[in-house]
DNA sequence: CTCTTCGTTCAACGGTCGTTGATTGAACAA
DNA sequence: TTGTTCAATCAACGACCGTTGAACGAAGAG
């Protein structure tokens, strides 16, 4: 059975009986997932290859298969635990302020769970997928504080919009963007967003 | 020497003399390119596979490497002959209308050289030094029709957003984007894209 | 018809990949 | 000390990759 000895450290809490083999092996553990990070975020899940990890953390690649059972496994542990952000609620302004807060956030240091999704979304189908219901469910949370005829539309257009400035700063660094101060880009991007969440005022007859 | 037996086909100008081989030949050229072109775009670079193509086209694998000389070769011979969209001019309310021109164009039927860049830009180094080649010199050419402070930095945006909006509805189809009437985006989006078109309004003393 | 050209196939190469099972050696238990 | 546990290494497997060069066979040239 190549099933993984134990269940790969259990998000980071101290062990609670000294063992210096335990201890030992989660340094280990630690160093694998921090290396296949790296890796994943920066050349994407086709590209990033076993041997390469072991490599950069300085281990043999048959310990990665052991302690995490598989490729697959082992980019789904990197990509495990990104959380959603808070639901968005009250006036369209209120909801804007949420919406760029978060993005700021999301400029000045994007989670690596994250990063690792968006970098192989494209080439990857499952995560593609992870993304794609993560995308989701924010879509229906902030169509639900936009009040307008096409709040979903607008909701999604506000995710691709969001998705495209974080994959340019972030991964692509096609130039300004990956060194603008995030405060400015919030500050230039907050009338576009509010014409996304306030509700078209009807046409003066 | 590996080197292709002729340059692939030269663009589509109809053969100058009729010879029943050579016809033969560009028929069979055509068809690897559509092949390839199919699979680049639905998988990306990495998971497109020389054999995967040849079988496609029906032909040997050989057969496209004796053709296109190597999978970098076949992957630039279909992403060549992107051109940029044309710059846009004039005043704040002008510049935005060419743009979501451009962008409704892009959403009813973006070309396929520009699909399959995008789609292979986060794992293939020459794929997103294409895109962010034609990627500058649209923003320069934006910035320059753009009369605003920070005009570098908004047509950074409007880029991103552009390409996040392409890339949702062509490539990640999310939902809701990939099925809505491009009118009804583009409408939806006008106002959005107009606030970083136009200088910002000094507030009031 | 003979010879050449050339579109195409075929078999194989070297390499890399994910994955596996046996093995080693040091930390623990007795 | 002796025996057990287990983190870690090692060598190898089968599969698939891009790529190559020889070989085949039909279309053109003479």
């Known amino acids: 059975?190549?099933?993984?000895?134990?269940?790969?450290?259990?998000?980071?809490?101290?062990?609670?009986?000294?063992?210096?083999?335990?201890?030992?092996?989660?340094?280990?553990?630690a160093r694998i997932l921090a290396a296949a990070t790296e890796l994943f975020v920066a050349t994407g899940y086709e590209r990033t290859t076993i041997r390469a990890v072991a490599q950069a953390a300085g281990v043999d690649a048959g310990l990665v298969m052991h302690y995490f059972g598989s490729k697959q496994a082992l980019f789904e542990q990197v990509t495990r635990g990104g959380q959603l952000p808070p639901a968005p609620s009250g006036t369209p302004d209120q909801v804007t302020e949420q919406v760029l807060a978060q993005l700021a956030g999301s400029l000045?240091?994007?989670?690596?769970?994250?990063?690792?999704?968006?970098r192989s979304m494209l080439t990857n189908p499952e995560a593609a997928q992870a993304m794609g219901e993560g995308s989701l469910r924010y879509r229906n949370q902030l169509a639900e504080a936009i009040d307008a005829p096409d709040a979903d539309l607008r909701a999604a257009l506000i995710i691709a919009i969001i998705v495209g400035v974080v994959v340019d700063r972030h991964l692509l660094k096609?130039?300004?963007?990956?060194?603008?101060?995030?405060?400015?880009?919030?500050a230039v991007l907050r009338p576009a967003l509010l014409t996304l969440t306030t509700p078209p005022s009807p046409p003066p007859p």
Chains 1, 2 share one sequence.
């Open 1 to 29: 059975m190549p099933e993984p000895t134990a269940g790969p450290p259990p998000q980071s809490n101290p062990p609670p009986r000294s063992d210096a083999r335990a201890e030992q092996r989660r340094r280990t553990q």
């Open 108 to 118: 000045e240091t994007e989670p690596v769970h994250s990063l690792a999704l968006l």
């Open 174 to 186: 096609f130039g300004i963007l990956d060194t603008t101060n995030p405060a400015k880009i919030i």
